[in-house]
């Protein structure tokens, strides 16, 4: 065990979780689920070797939290929906999410029977094999509440209470991530990530009119979904710490949302119970830093994503401690710390950049750690 390791999260430097995935997970991937012409413990020996390369790559950049990279899934969230009960991700023509002037595959959440969060969900497996390959703190990024509800349309609700009661709804879906939570505590996860988006989603005053248009306040939406990730979380062992990634959406470098947070500020931080809050700053599209001064003062921590994952272009580190120095206006400097704004690949697409921009940029993310708060 190194010295390393002895330090718990949460850290100055940390990562949201995805990363491009290698060309021979990509072409293992294809053999495996479109040619059939590889076995699946073929493809998990790829799969395994990949991530165990990954993982050593985060701790050889200096980071002390890692994960998998989520080379074992396509999407940042489908894949983990999919395996719950209840939930099944089908190909529909016309399917897919519409980002800017690109869209994703025809993949489309439907909801056949009761949610549930099955005792063999998969990614435990998953997470006790970054655990078994590293000395460091072993993360897994999982999508929040809200993605059960936010992305299944409400013709895809097969199940007649679901569809008549968004309470009762609700309620199952909080059921289902609380016994998610302690399977992954049980799995030895004391630091779990959870991809909540849709909170900045509903910030964007043309989402904001879409879900007028359907009969929904957005601001109820909101309150709504702070109530669910509280409630899935309470209780938790007060050893586990739970973070919370936000963003605007990320597929081949582009995006769906933007505006500020300022809608949703206090719910984010006074109302969902959430210990690491990772934010998107990397451009105009987050609107500005005055949101950050609702975080109350205490142990809770923002780690700010002035770093982008869309663009090679590396950023400066000048230009960085000015924008930590602007933040330290509405928040202490202690309670803030970076990460990059997103993960490198949400799909396994991947954003328009290489291999060696992205450790490019988890080095910057480590050596601003240090420059600023003397380390990570």
């Known amino acids: 065990m190194t010295a390393t390791a002895k330090a ?34 073929e493809l998990k020996a790829i799969e395994d070797k990949a991530i165990i390369d990954v993982i050593k790559m985060q701790e050889a950049v200096g980071l002390r939290a890692v994960t998998d990279g989520e080379f074992r899934r396509a999407w940042w969230h489908f894949d983990f929906m999919g395996m719950l009960d209840g939930l099944d991700i089908i190909q529909r023509e016309g399917g897919g999410i519409q980002f800017h002037g690109t869209a994703t595959k025809a993949d489309v959440p439907v909801i056949n029977g009761k949610l549930d969060f099955p005792a063999d969900h998969p990614m435990l497996e998953h997470f006790k094999f970054v655990k078994a390959n590293t000395d460091v703190t072993p993360k897994i990024s999982i999508p929040g509440p809200s993605a059960v509800h936010f992305r299944i349309a409400k013709d895809d609700i097969h199940v007649k209470q679901y569809h008549d009661d968004i309470e009762a709804y609700f309620a199952d879906i909080v059921k289902t991530y609380r016994k998610a939570v302690q399977a992954f505590y049980d799995a030895g996860c004391r630091y779990l990530q959870l991809d909540d988006i849709f909170f900045a989603y509903l910030c964007d005053p043309k989402i904001r009119a879409q879900k007028k248009a359907e009969g929904i306040d957005p601001d109820w939406l909101i309150g709504q979904y702070a109530k669910m990730m509280h409630d899935s ?14 963003c605007r959406g990320n597929f081949k470098s582009t995006w769906v949302a933007e505006g500020g947070y300022d809608p949703a500020a206090d719910a984010i931080f006074n109302q969902t119970s959430v210990d690491i809050y990772f934010m998107e700053y990397d451009t105009d599209r987050a609107g500005g830093l005055e949101p950050l001064k609702r975080l109350p003062k205490g142990s809770k921590r923002v780690m700010a994503g002035f770093i982008t994952t869309k663009t090679a272009e590396l950023e400066s580190l000048d230009d960085l401690k000015r924008k930590f ?52």
């Open 233 to 246: 979380i309470e209780g938790r062992p007060a050893d586990m710490l739970i973070g919370m990634h936000m």
């Open 8 to 41: 718990k999260p949460p850290y100055r430097a940390d990562v949201v979780g995805s990363f491009l995935r290698p060309a021979a997970v990509k072409a293992a991937r294809k053999a495996h689920n479109e040619d059939k012409t590889m076995s699946d413990a």
């Open 325 to 376: 120095e602007a933040a330290s206006k509405y928040a202490s400097l202690d309670q803030l710390g970076i990460a990059p704004q997103c993960g490198f690949a949400s799909t396994e697409e991947g954003n328009a950049i290489t291999e060696d921009d992205q450790k490019r940029k988890l080095e910057l993310v480590v050596k601003t750690a240090e420059a600023i708060w003397g380390g990570v």
